[in-house]
């Protein structure tokens, strides 16, 4: 993955707690749809890569741990690719 | 109390202020170019569909769409139809759009047969359904009404004339800064809302701007279209998107980039300096209510936070509250006293203005309404929301940086039945991001509940 480390839960934390300007502990749960086109953002920017992802997809994404599940299986199918 | 239900506007507005100009200009860009000829084709075609399905002068159609072409056309045929938009944003949820369609009666619906695109499209392809739904005059002679989250449980129901549109429009060509005929807007903030709708939809077709939606809403999408053109563009958003941009590399130099302009909520100074060192632009900044439209600007950044009033309009400071000029209640039906009298609208927002320079300062709201992501929030509906759900004793909302809720059940509830039932009733951008299950919240000791975040966070533990 261009040399960037596995994206973890801490990662998205942080990036959520960056857009809110509270600390990670603060970080609720749940994500809306802002904070959900901030993370795929940021794991682009991180990543150098698009991760194309379907509005299937992204309706499901309700919390950070589902964010998390399908950022991990998109960038594994671009490195696939 | 009094009522406030102004006389509908002749409908040849739409062409004389929005519709006119050469058949061969482009209007927008999504990517594929609509010149307004094509406009014009579209908007009367989408006149004989709305009349079909029952609407006439003087009636209601709502549009619950999602920024599109669609919505745009509809828009402008509701309004050439002689008859009155009620905008619904699209992430309302059914609960929500029942119940403001029982309160306003329209005689049509439009909503989506189909969308499509892919994820995080900034501008859906959509393909509109129009339903027929009440056969009753519209409920007031406003050319638009628009839905504000709102303090008494319901949405408040604001609407504005014609004429005061077109007065916010040509106030916009006089603010020195504004996208010039011939530029274009790279449009991000929804259409649905005043800043998109009137400082970007109206203004642009006015002002023969051309209106770009990003591809999608990333960083490098809203890049890619500033660069897609040589002429001058600006980029028309809320705070969040100075964040996208911040944190995005440019691949070369963008000299068409003029200035980016946000309106919705103040900015962190950190995030205008981060924003600065990448892009060496002005970054805007404007005022406004959906009540009124743009109130103050200050786009060339000199000000910071501070904005200058918009050409005709009057800002008064009283007893720390800011009031700004308003010749009608822009409140359909029963207008309350205590937000507009006599040609003064209260905002709610602690402010201040400089005597002599007459710059308003902005310093934050005076009642419960936060703002997510340029979206007007009022704590207040979510706490009612939240407190009537099934298996809810009580329930405090606060905001920490998001929408927080505290929530006493009164039997066996858990976070997830919670979650979907507020799924069904409020938007995405109104819902809690973090529920806090307590058995007792905290109270004074004449039993009203504490709001005081430090107590709540307490009591969670």
Redesign the interface.
């Known amino acids: 993955m261009a040399g960037q480390p596995d994206l973890g839960r801490a990662d998205l934390v942080t990036m959520l707690a960056d857009?809110?300007?509270?600390p990670s502990a603060?970080v609720?749960?749940?994500?809306?749809?802002?904070?959900l086109?901030?993370l795929?953002?940021?794991v682009?920017?991180r990543h150098d890569r698009r991760l194309?992802?379907?509005?299937d997809?992204?309706a499901a994404i309700?919390t950070v741990d589902d964010a998390l599940a399908v950022f991990r299986t998109a960038l594994t199918a671009a490195a696939d690719g | 109390m009094t009522t406030g239900n102004p006389a509908a506007t002749d409908p040849i507005w739409v062409d004389e202020i929005l519709l006119r100009g050469r058949s061969a200009d482009i209007c927008l860009r999504l990517p594929e170019p609509v010149d307004r000829g094509s406009l014009r084709r579209l908007v009367a075609e989408a006149q004989t569909r709305l009349a079909a399905a029952g609407l006439r002068p003087g009636g209601a159609a709502a549009l619950r769409l999602p920024p599109s072409l669609a919505y745009v056309v509809n828009l402008l045929a509701t309004w050439r139809s002689g008859a009155q938009a009620i905008l619904l944003d699209h992430?309302l949820t059914d609960h929500e759009v029942d119940r403001a369609l029982q309160r306003l009666a329209p005689q049509v619906v439009v909503a989506p047969i189909r969308?499509g695109?892919?994820?995080?499209r900034v501008f859906v392809d959509v393909t509109e359904g129009v339903t027929a739904y009440a056969d009753r005059p519209a409920v007031s002679g406003h050319a638009v009404i628009q839905l504000s989250s709102g303090s008494t449980g319901p949405s408040k129901v604001i609407g504005r004339t014609a004429d005061d549109l077109v007065a916010e429009v040509h106030r916009y060509t006089r603010v020195d800064g504004v996208a010039l005929p011939g530029e274009r807007i790279i449009l991000l903030p929804s259409m649905v809302h005043v800043l998109g709708l009137v400082g970007g939809l109206l203004y642009g077709l006015h002002a023969g701007v051309e209106l770009v939606p990003p591809q999608r809403?990333?960083?490098?999408a809203v890049l890619a279209a500033i660069a897609a053109d040589d002429s001058p563009a600006t980029v028309l958003g809320v705070p969040?998107h100075i964040?996208?941009l911040a944190?995005?590399?440019p691949a070369g130099p963008l000299p068409q980039f003029r200035r980016m302009t946000t309106g919705g909520e103040l900015v962190?100074a950190a995030v205008a300096r981060a924003f600065a060192d990448r892009y060496g632009v002005p970054l805007g900044n404007m005022y406004g209510m959906t009540e009124v439209g743009v109130i103050g600007t200050d786009l060339h950044g000199r000000h910071r936070p501070s904005i200058t009033p918009a050409p005709g309009v009057e800002v008064r400071e009283v007893d720390g509250e800011l009031w700004v000029s308003c010749p009608a209640s822009p409140y359909v039906g029963l207008s309350d006293p205590t937000r507009w009298a006599d040609g003064w609208l209260r905002t709610r927002d602690a402010g201040t203005v400089d005597p002599g320079t007459r710059l308003v300062t902005v310093r934050g709201r005076l009642d419960s309404q936060v703002s997510?992501?340029g979206l007007k929030v009022d704590l207040t509906e979510v706490e009612a929301t939240v407190a009537a759900l099934p298996g809810v004793a009580a329930a405090v909302v606060v905001f920490?940086?998001?929408v927080?809720a505290y929530v006493q059940p009164d039997g066996p509830l858990s976070e997830q039945t919670l979650?979907e039932l507020l799924a069904e009733r409020l938007a995405?951008?109104k819902?809690?991001?973090?529920?806090r299950l307590v058995d007792q919240l905290p109270r004074t000791t004449t039993g009203k509940l504490v709001r005081s975040v430090d107590a709540l966070r307490t009591a969670a533990t």
């Open positions: 857009l809110s300007g509270k603060e609720g749960a749940r994500i809306g749809s802002m904070e086109a901030w795929v953002h940021l682009e920017q194309d992802l379907t509005d997809q992204l309700r | 992430r969308t695109g892919g994820g995080l809403l990333a960083g490098d969040f964040g996208l944190s995005t590399r962190p997510v992501g920490d940086g998001a927080t979650d995405g951008y819902r809690p991001r973090t529920l």
